[in-house]
């Protein structure tokens, strides 16, 4: 591990040590290298954590969490969404959080899902590793605007992190239903101002970069995080669900 992942591992764990009050925690977990990495690190900070996974059946979250927990070997529960429900909840969702911005009803949809075998297993606090894409250039949008230069591409993260912000008040507004909270230790202030100011090389090289969150990829595998998490490209929380799909089809 060199000194700039050092530098970063202790401003992630300051971060969660600062958010995450609860010791007995769920993490929402895709077997992703963002969800992957803040399990290891809340494991090793001696939090008492349980894997949450919901998807439809065969889906590619269910099925890669399950790949990858085999790794890791941390304690699992999964929710497999019923495709009868799914029509009536999802409208139900639409209705509370009052938008029709496509990508908040699919991640609150997911998170009821999250909140709802959470509060089934007596977990009222759940951990979540967004503001990773946000802050290290994970969305493909980033490969877009990357030849436009660092100004660039700062003003589009402060596009991503301001929606990604209101929009986890819409995630946690759906949660409290089921008397669970969701957390973000990496969408706070002091952690916020600290990821802005690594280098844009660490994040992403070009507009060919298909990859990139470099210093997240090499963090994670520092940490113990298995290769076939740490170097996959992932797909977004309501595709490997298949919440995005499913929900196109009862509209």
Not at 47 to 71: C, P, R, W
Not at 218 to 245: D, F, N
Request: aromatic letters at 6%; hydrophobic letters at 40%.
């Amino acid at each position: 591990m060199d000194e700039n992942q050092k530098i970063l591992l202790e401003k992630i764990t300051n971060s969660i040590k600062s958010t995450v009050d609860a010791k007995k925690i769920g993490v929402a977990f895709s077997g992703g290298v963002d969800s992957t990495m803040m399990a290891k690190i809340l494991s090793s900070l001696g939090y008492d954590v349980t894997l949450l996974t919901v998807g439809f059946k065969d889906s590619h979250d269910i099925m890669f969490a399950k790949q990858v927990n085999e790794l890791l070997g941390l304690p699992h529960k999964i929710l497999e969404i019923v495709p009868k429900t799914f029509e009536k909840i999802s409208k139900d969702i639409n209705t509370k959080i009052k938008t029709d911005n496509l990508s908040w009803n699919e991640n609150c949809i997911a998170f009821y899902y999250v909140s709802k075998l959470a509060s089934k297993i007596g977990i009222r606090t759940v951990v979540t590793a967004n503001g990773i894409d946000e802050l290290f250039c994970g969305y493909n949008a980033y490969r877009d605007v990357v030849s436009d230069g660092e100004s660039a591409v700062l003003e589009l993260m402060e596009k991503k992190l301001a929606n990604e912000i209101e929009m986890m008040k819409a995630v946690n507004l759906i949660s409290s239903e089921n008397e669970v909270k969701i957390l973000q230790p990496l969408l706070t202030f002091d952690f916020i101002n600290f990821a802005k100011k690594i280098p844009l090389d660490e994040k992403i090289h070009d507009k060919d970069d298909l990859i990139r969150k470099h210093i997240i990829r090499k963090l994670a595998l520092s940490v113990g995080v298995p290769e076939v998490s740490a170097t996959k490209r992932k797909k977004a929380l309501q595709y490997g669900t298949k919440i995005h799909k499913t929900l196109l089809k009862s509209r």
